[in-house]
């Protein structure tokens, strides 16, 4: 299921229009699948101070991920990077 989200937002990241599509499709389909495939190694591993590590990385992934991409968008926005319209030409 991990590597079906990872692989999705790779896709969304070359096909979509433009820089805020793109950052939204990357950000949350990587944090997810990231996630999903930290969980499956902790449901492989057992209970094992190697799964309270990984659970460890999972949640630092779910709250560092979506607050850099944050970060990101809004300087673009800042410096006045437009959205995408319908009916634009691709960039």
């Given amino acids: 299921m991990g590597l079906f989200f990872m692989v999705v937002g790779a896709v969304?990241?070359?096909?979509?229009p433009d820089f805020y599509t793109r950052t939204h499709a990357s950000s949350k389909c990587d944090t997810l699948g990231e996630g999903m495939m930290l969980i499956g190694f902790i449901l492989y591993?057992?209970?094992?101070?190697?799964?309270?590590?990984?659970?460890?990385?999972?949640?630092?992934i779910f709250l560092s991920?979506?607050?850099a991409v944050h970060a990101l968008v809004n300087v673009a926005h800042s410096r006045g990077i437009k959205p995408w319209?319908?009916?634009?030409?691709r960039q």
């Fill in 12 to 16: 969304g990241l070359i096909r979509l």
């Fill in 45 to 60: 591993e057992g209970m094992t101070l190697i799964s309270v590590k990984l659970l460890l990385l999972a949640l630092f």
């Fill in 65 to 67: 991920s979506p607050t």
């Fill in 85 to 89: 319209k319908k009916g634009d030409e």
